[in-house]
């Protein structure tokens, strides 16, 4: 008879390739072993290295690994799309972070995908009227990762947030599938709206590192926002936006420009 673990192994190839990385991994950094160990091989399924390892970061003298582990697996087994969805967000990192191919970092190391990770069970506890529980993981993803994300914020699959640190996202923000975005990324209100105030970012944009997009704005499907820029008028899909205040500067030179990471500005039209 096979073992559980096996049996999983065939049909998850992401929880298969994880722990091929991890075993290559101890064997290569003995040093590591132990915490690759425990934070990948003693589990039987991706859910619950995941839940663990998210638990272990974000343990604190207020809620301890112990407590907040079962809350995660608690909040994994009753929704089964966070799972899906961590999973096309490991898969969007091993597809475009050109540092790393790795099914295993993101888990291990980056910090983006754990913050992420964190904000789809915070809003899932969110929805389900434990505001008091999301909150605390609110802030202590705020403090761990460096990464603070409204709970009620809405997400896509497929998210790929890169070096992460600083990235801030407001209330009524949603983030569409195959979103990429960089470090210093806000996605806030104005300051003069209340209600729903926060920027709607369509599927597969890109936003660069240190865009503040402001105000219930959309940025339609695969625009592409330049580093640095106040985004402050919807940007139509497709369209790059560039700029403080942000103008449209052209077209973008890519169909998918979340997926390519290609921070290029579209080429200056011809002087007439
Ligand atoms: C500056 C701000 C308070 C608006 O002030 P305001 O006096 O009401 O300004 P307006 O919206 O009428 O815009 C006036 C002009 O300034 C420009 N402008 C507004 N905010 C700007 C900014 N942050 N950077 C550059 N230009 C800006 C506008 O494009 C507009 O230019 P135009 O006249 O050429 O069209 C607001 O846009 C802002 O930046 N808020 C920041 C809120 C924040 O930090 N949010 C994050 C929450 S997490």
Redesign the pocket.
């Given at each position: 008879m096979s073992h559980p673990t096996e049996k999983l192994a065939v049909v998850d190839p992401i929880w298969s390739a994880m722990r091929e990385e991890a075993l290559q991994m101890a064997a290569d950094e003995p040093a590591m072993a132990a915490m690759i160990h425990n934070s990948v091989l003693v589990h039987d399924s991706l859910e619950t290295a995941l839940t663990a390892r998210l638990a272990e970061k974000l343990s604190s003298g207020d809620l301890s690994a112990l407590q907040l582990h079962p809350l995660f697996d608690e909040a994994l087994a009753a929704d089964a799309g966070i799972a899906g969805s961590l999973r096309a967000d490991i898969a969007a990192v091993s597809d475009r972070d050109p540092a790393s191919r790795s099914v295993l970092k993101p888990l291990l190391f980056l910090k983006g995908f754990q913050a992420l990770a964190t904000h789809r069970i915070a809003h899932w506890l969110w929805l389900h009227g434990r505001q008091a529980l999301a909150l605390h993981l609110q802030s202590r993803s705020s403090e761990i990762f460096g990464v603070d994300i409204h709970p009620a914020a809405r997400f896509g699959r497929g998210v790929f947030i890169d070096h992460a640190t600083g990235v801030?996202v407001?209330e009524t923000a949603v983030v569409e599938d195959d979103v990429s975005m960089l470090q210093g990324v806000?996605?806030?209100?104005?300051?003069?709206e209340t209600g729903d105030r926060h920027p709607k970012i369509r599927r597969g944009v890109l936003i660069s590192a240190g865009a503040?997009v402001?105000?219930n704005i959309e940025i339609g499907a695969h625009a592409k926002i330049g580093a640095g820029s106040?985004v402050?008028?919807a940007v139509p899909p497709g369209c790059t936006a560039a700029g403080?205040?942000a103008r449209l500067v052209g077209k973008c030179g890519s169909d998918n420009p979340a997926r390519e990471m290609d921070h290029s500005l579209p080429p200056a039209p011809p002087e007439t």
């Open positions: 801030v407001g806000t996605l806030g209100g104005t300051g003069k503040k402001l105000g106040v402050l008028e403080v205040p």
